[in-house]
């Protein structure tokens, strides 16, 4: 809970979805306005928290499995702001030089971001918008190696990207772009498990909030894996995707998660 002034260029008044996000998760970088959105969530829907909370740990077995494969670069779009388990500490266990670029389009994130994140050795930091693949593309064949592959991570970002912004053409400009044998991870809030609290959730963030949102049932999800070899369960809500003990209920976190690897040649596509 931040009790600073904010930082110059920050509106403290207009919630963000990177603050809203931190003070689901018990972090320390919001401010009234952000906390005022979750606990209206919370109204709405008791489990959002805890849905924060596990797809901030979908976020870690994600990059802890395709780091597994031998994937030492994370495109990461939609950071946050930083925590615990930032995907570089996480990649970096596995591979020492492991490096990332990390995506916001977030002014306050990035700030954050380049002054914890950016000092890590391997590590940078980009300010831009995911409707604006190019310049994120740009970015990263300068600071990674697209000769070999690649992890682009679009966990709790998609959902703040309305069909009129066309987030499939987004994911598979990206997709394209990627060198094969490499990774995508998403994760997307979804109200297949209860459509009147979505839709309230969603109207309400996107009423009290700086962003749209937006919830998508599983087969749109799904979509978002065309072209992708998917990697075990496939589209599933992220209690149950590759848990570490005991999964909990799905119910405990309205999202579903998905990885998916770009196939080797045409041939295995
Ligand atoms: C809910 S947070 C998720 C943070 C992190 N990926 C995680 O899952 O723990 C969503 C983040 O996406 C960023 N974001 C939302 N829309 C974006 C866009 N169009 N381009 C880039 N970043 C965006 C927000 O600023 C925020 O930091």
Redo the contacts with the bound molecule.
């Keep these: 809970m931040n009790q600073r002034p904010p930082p110059p260029g920050i509106d403290a008044s207009v919630p963000?979805?990177?603050r809203i996000?931190d003070s689901l998760i018990g972090g320390k970088d919001n401010y009234a306005a952000d906390r005022q959105v979750a606990a209206r969530l919370m109204e709405i829907n008791p489990n959002i928290q805890s849905s924060?909370i596990e797809?901030?740990a979908f976020?870690g077995r994600a990059v802890r499995y395709i780091a597994g494969q031998g994937v030492d670069q994370f495109l990461?779009?939609?950071?946050?702001?930083p925590?615990r388990e930032n995907v570089h500490q996480v990649a970096q266990a596995f591979h020492a030089d492991a490096r990332v670029l990390y995506?916001?389009?977030?002014p306050g994130?990035v700030a954050h971001a380049r002054a914890l994140l950016g000092k890590a050795p391997n590590v940078s930091v980009l300010e831009?918008?995911?409707?604006d693949p190019d310049t994120i593309l740009d970015e990263a064949r300068r600071t990674l190696d697209f000769d070999r592959p690649v992890a682009v991570?679009l966990?709790?970002?998609l959902h703040?990207?309305p069909d009129a912004d066309d987030p499939h053409a987004l994911v598979r400009r990206l997709r394209d772009a990627l060198p094969p044998g490499s990774y995508v991870a998403v994760?997307h809030t979804t109200a297949d498990l209860g459509a009147e609290t979505g839709d309230t959730a969603t109207a309400e963030y996107s009423r009290m909030s700086s962003?749209q949102a937006v919830h998508r049932d599983r087969a749109a999800i799904a979509r978002f894996m065309d072209g992708l070899e998917p990697v075990e369960p496939g589209v599933e809500f992220i209690t149950r995707w590759r848990p570490d003990g005991a999964p909990r209920p799905p119910e405990h976190a309205v999202f579903y998660g998905a990885v998916g690897r770009k196939p080797l040649n045409n041939a295995d596509g």
Aim: charged letters at 20%; zero cysteines; glycine letters at 6%.
């Design positions: 963000s979805p990177a996000y924060a797809n901030r976020l990461d779009i939609g950071t946050g702001l925590t995506v916001d389009y977030d994130v831009a918008d995911l409707r991570l966990i709790a970002v703040f990207i994760s962003a």
